[in-house]
């Protein structure tokens, strides 16, 4: 053998275990058809489809009906939202089912601190302990994560949607979106709940009717849609302002009202939101869109008068203004990658799209029914701890948040976290 290849060689050995990382891990929660009791995942990892059928591989059974939230709960623990089977799975980063609850009926959006899992309900009842507790209204349930048990509820509006967790609360949007068909009006509020007493402890007012579907969270800013009523209201996206509502802001002064759609939304790395509108009408009986991409800082500094813009990176807006049904946005917060899917007539398999960090489109994929929900797995390689942040030494000991405000153990580097309300840059010391 040659000096360059035995070099070669040598090369290769050590370039192997490098390209061997799985960087781009990636749960897509497919629908399935309402009632039909086919909800299922799609397990992408580097570029290809290793499964859509990922659950039933694994532990040898169904998902259930109708799967519309998914979250991390911590480094080792997985929680998703199935909601016609009035299930909380729980699950291993691998895909191992450990636990699940039946006590939460008609489920719809997660949240957690790490040590909880926080769910919001349509229902009116719901086990806690040893009793079951009963609601007018709805309700968010408070699960321990290491005993799966509800240990706690509270009333809030009348179906609520989107919730999320900033600073030691809860911050719940209500839809009332069964006013067509029950006696009460749409919701136009958001719902804030001590997490540690499951108290209401202020409800803000935003005029928006119908807060419907899942917020995304950059920080202290969360992104919330209104639909409308689908008649003469017209879609609304609300940035809200968590620190300003803590701090006892007038309703007014915490959020501002933008005229799009945020039908599907995500974080960026860099802190922005993306949103895909989806508007539809009754009375035309079509749907339009919009695509922007968010500053939440800039568009509460000018109430809504700038930071909306349409740049999003390379081909990735021209490629989704080809998709024929939008149903999800997601941007991987440990790598940047984007991704899309469409869900064509809503009743057949739709398509995953994948872009780089740079907007260059690497490839479509065919998964499963309604593919809308996602959750990025940390890459093999990623290392890192809390005291390689750039903060104060004072905030050493407060949790550590992403951008889509998931507690994080292990930051990776060059990426941007949330402590105590504030940006801090991981740098790898």
Known sequence: ???????????????????????????????????????????????????????????????????????????????????????????????????????????????????????????????????????????????????????????????????????????????????????????????????????????????????????????????????????EVPAAAIILDCEAVIAGKPDKECFVSLPYAATYSCVTTDGRFYAIGSRYSYLTGDYTFNYISIDPEIAMLTEGLDGIYEDFPGTVLADIKKIGMPYGLYVNPYTGYIYATDAAGFVEGGTLYQWSPEGKLLGKHGVYINPAHFLALKPDNYTGGINDVIADPADSDSPLYNLQGIRISSPTPGQIYIRNGKKYIYKQQ
């Open 1 to 231: 053998m040659s000096h360059r290849s035995k070099l070669l060689s040598f090369l290769s050995a050590l370039l192997l275990p490098l390209l061997s990382f799985a960087q781009e891990r990636i749960i897509l929660l497919n629908e399935g058809n309402w009632q039909s009791d086919n909800g299922k995942i799609t397990y992408f990892e580097d570029g290809k489809i290793v499964s859509n059928q990922w659950f039933r591989d694994v532990n040898g059974s169904k998902l259930g009906d109708t799967p519309n939230d998914i979250i991390a709960v911590n480094d080792n623990l997985i929680a998703i939202a199935i909601n016609w089977s009035n299930i909380v799975q729980f699950i291993t980063p691998d895909g191992k089912a450990v636990a699940a609850t039946e006590d939460v009926p008609n489920n719809r959006k997660l949240a957690t601190d790490g040590d909880y899992v926080y769910i919001s309900s349509y229902g009116h009842e719901c086990r806690v302990g040893d009793k079951y507790e009963e609601f007018t209204k709805g309700f968010v349930a408070k699960i321990d994560a290491t005993t799966f048990k509800v240990i706690a509820a509270v009333e809030v509006g009348y179906e609520p949607e989107g919730i999320a967790y900033y600073d030691g609360r809860l911050f719940v949007a209500n839809t009332g979106g069964y006013a067509f068909q029950e006696s009460h009006e749409y919701e136009t509020t958001v719902s804030v709940i001590d997490a540690a007493t499951m108290k209401v402890e202020r409800t803000v007012d935003t005029g928006q009717i119908n807060l419907y579907g899942k917020m995304s969270q950059s920080g202290k800013y969360l992104c919330i849609n209104s639909p409308g009523n689908y008649y």
